[in-house]
């Protein structure tokens, strides 16, 4: 089955999310805060990667 534009989308912000969680664990650092800063747009961002892991779990299940 083809993957949408959506689905490749949600796919990359949960590698980033990913990354970045294991670096926080690691102790290195905030990725996302280090790029963008803090505010509302790193809030925007948590926020499409929490959307973009309950769509990957959706397409988990699907299949």
């Given at each position: 089955?083809?993957k949408?534009?959506?689905?490749?989308i949600?796919?990359?912000?949960?590698?980033?999310?990913?990354?970045?969680?294991?670096?926080?664990?690691?102790?290195?650092?905030?990725?996302?805060?280090?790029?963008?800063?803090?505010?509302?747009?790193?809030?925007?961002?948590y926020?499409?990667?929490?959307?973009?892991?309950?769509?990957?779990i959706?397409?988990?299940?699907?299949?």
């Amino acid at each position: 089955m083809a993957k949408s534009v959506i689905d490749v989308i949600a796919l990359i912000l949960v590698i980033i999310g990913a990354i970045n969680w294991g670096l926080i664990g690691l102790n290195l650092g905030n990725v996302v805060e280090a790029i963008i800063g803090t505010g509302v747009v790193t809030t925007i961002v948590y926020i499409l990667v929490g959307v973009a892991g309950l769509w990957t779990i959706y397409l988990a299940a699907k299949k």
